[in-house]
């Protein structure tokens, strides 16, 4: 487990700090941990937790996320058939 701090949050979450601290607020982010009397710290597997649960557990890419060609035919197809 690693302490990340909020630069190291947003840059793994794609989200500016304000959104961070405002989803926080929302509940919709883990809480940090005071680490000292102005600093804070979120555990890289609570951050890791909440990146896999809004990627719906995505973490092995699928073939047409790989731009695989034949799995997008097969999709076009099929759209176009409906």
């Not at 959104?19 to 597997?45: C, D, H, M, V």
Request: proline fraction near 4%.
């Amino acid at each position: 487990m690693e302490i990340l701090r909020i630069k190291e949050v947003a840059k793994k979450t794609a989200l500016s700090p304000s959104s961070i601290y405002k989803q926080i607020r929302l509940g919709n982010f883990p809480k940090g941990t005071k680490i000292t009397a102005r600093a804070t710290g979120w555990s890289s597997e609570a951050v890791e937790a909440w990146i896999a649960i809004k990627l719906g557990d995505k973490a092995t890419p699928t073939a047409s996320a790989l731009g695989d060609k034949e799995s997008n035919d097969s999709h076009s197809q099929a759209l176009s058939h409906e």
